[in-house]
């Protein structure tokens, strides 16, 4: 056994690698990148990979305050997380993708989730400025399952909480540096002018929004209201 995961960590060893060079370059010089991006209108291994090392970190920084509330951090649990936060950096890309459309753009779908991947280092430290008010947040969430009134109690405990809005300060900055990355994302990948990238990129960032309101609280709410109900 040990041997087969050997073979699959050197076999996937060169792709990492090449998509760490990637993402050193989209924090170095973004604009090349992406305009490089736009030729990745396939599905890539590399900008793969490393949307899967974001979905694998965003899950790992939830866990402390996921214990805090009684989950039981096991193998499955995992699995269900990293494959959720896959799901939701996918669909984030798509956002962007459909932003880009209002605006005439012809960058595809695929060039916009890959360059998306990347871009989503930004949401890593977004959930590490979140962490100190993540507990009261997942307590807020907990209290719900039993209540059934999501968004008011998690509203509350937020509001409530002065770490929580230091915590929502320093994630105001990562989403400022997460605006800039995703309007020379779509410049790159659909060749706009300054403008048509902002533009696009305000509309994606709505898109977002509503999936995040609409599609990623409610999934969450479901998965970790599910583990509770198991305890």
């Not at 060079?21 to 209108?41: A, C, G, H, V, Y």
């Not at 880009?100 to 590490?128: E, H, P």
């Amino acid at each position: 056994m040990s041997d087969g995961i050997f073979s699959m960590i050197k076999s996937v060893f060169p792709t990492f690698v090449a998509g760490a060079k990637d993402l050193q370059r989209s924090i170095i010089t973004p604009t090349e990148f992406f305009k490089d991006m736009k030729l990745r209108n396939y599905w890539c291994a590399q900008a793969s990979l490393i949307g899967l090392v974001m979905a694998v970190a965003l899950s790992l920084l939830s866990f402390p305050s996921l214990k805090g509330i009684g989950i039981e951090i096991s193998k499955d649990f995992l699995s269900v997380m990293i494959v959720l936060n896959s799901m939701f950096l996918i669909l984030y890309g798509a956002c962007f993708w459909l932003g880009a459309r209002f605006m005439f753009g012809k960058g595809s779908l695929f060039s916009t989730i890959n360059s998306f991947f990347y871009i989503s280092i930004c949401l890593v430290f977004m959930k590490i400025a979140e962490m100190p008010a993540l507990g009261s947040r997942m307590t807020a969430l907990a209290h719900s399952c039993e209540l059934g009134e999501f968004g008011a109690n998690v509203t509350a405990a937020i509001s409530a909480s002065s770490v929580s809005r230091m915590s929502n300060f320093l994630i105001g900055v990562f989403y400022l540096a997460f605006t800039v990355c995703s309007v020379k994302l779509q410049r790159g990948v659909n060749d706009f002018g300054i403008v048509r990238g902002i533009v696009s990129a305000i509309c994606g960032m709505v898109f977002l929004s509503l999936a995040v309101i609409y599609i990623q609280e409610p999934a969450v709410y479901a998965v970790v209201c599910g583990y509770l109900g198991e305890k």
